[in-house]
Antibody, heavy 121, light 108 residues
Framework: QVQLQESGPGLVKPSETLSLTCAVS?????????WGWIRQPPGKGLEWIGS???????YYNPSLKSRVTISVDTSKNQFSLKLSSVTAADTAVYYC??????????????WGQGTLVTVSS | SYELTQPPSVSVSPGQTARITCSGD??????AYWYQQKPGQAPVLVIY???ERPSGIPERFSGSSSGTTVTLTISGVQAEDEADYYC???????????FGGGTKLTVL
């Protein structure tokens, strides 16, 4: 079955760029689906960050759009997140997920286990 | 920006029925999806397209929709159902995804 695994630094300094990668196994990204990033600040709710299609087209949460870049590397079967100019408010568990869809909507299933990124000097 | 509203908490005794609501102006046009999240774990999809249940999800989980409100119903609640539940949908264009604030289900 499909499995996703996030990786990247657990500590990022304020004003720097957060970079995470999601490795996908059990399914070839180039075969289809959207792939998404979602985050969850400690003790708080979920926030959709953005999504990418296997072809590379992207769409982002308007509240983060100016700082977010999501890219896909089909040769490595992974996709990545970059969030620039981070502050303490960006401290969160970051999840990657497959975004299933049809003509009526889209949903996230399955999810990676998540990785905690702390923004601190 | 578009928002989905959930009650912060719901409490039920074992064996009773729990109902968790989610309200949003675009819900008559956009499907809703529900996720269960237990402490320290990633969310798991329990309902999609308002009322469909993924394989492997117990039949006691069901979903319904009426106007601007969708409801997750858990019949015969078990202790293992204690978790946070999040609804998810999209704005009226269907482009931008949004999650509700989450509801903590406590099994008394």
């Amino acid at each position: 079955q499909v499995q996703l695994q996030e990786s990247g630094p657990g500590l990022v300094k304020p004003s720097e760029t957060l970079s995470l990668t999601c490795a996908v196994s059990g399914y070839s990204i180039s075969s289809g689906y959207y792939w998404g990033w979602i985050r969850q600040p400690p003790g708080k709710g979920l926030e959709w960050i953005g999504s990418i299609y296997h072809s590379g087209s992207t769409y982002y949460n308007p509240s983060l759009k100016s700082r977010v870049t999501i890219s896909v590397d089909t040769s490595k079967n992974q996709f990545s997140l970059k969030l620039s100019s981070v502050t303490a408010a960006d401290t969160a568990v970051y999840y990657c997920a497959r975004q299933d869809y049809d003509s009526s909507g889209s949903w996230f299933d399955p999810w990676g286990q998540g990785t905690l990124v702390t923004v601190s000097s | 920006s578009y928002e989905l509203t959930q009650p912060p908490s719901v409490s039920v005794s074992p064996g009773q029925t729990a109902r968790i609501t989610c309200s949003g102006d675009a819900l008559p046009k956009q499907y809703a999806y529900w996720y269960q999240q237990k402490p320290g774990q990633a969310p798991v999809l329990v309902i999609y397209k308002d009322s469909e249940r993924p394989s492997g999800i117990p039949e006691r989980f069901s979903g319904s929709s009426s106007g601007t409100t969708v409801t997750l119903t858990i019949s015969g609640v078990q202790a293992e159902d204690e978790a946070d539940y999040y609804c998810q949908s999209a704005d009226s264009s269907g482009t931008y995804k949004v999650f509700g604030g989450g509801t903590k289900l406590t099994v008394l």
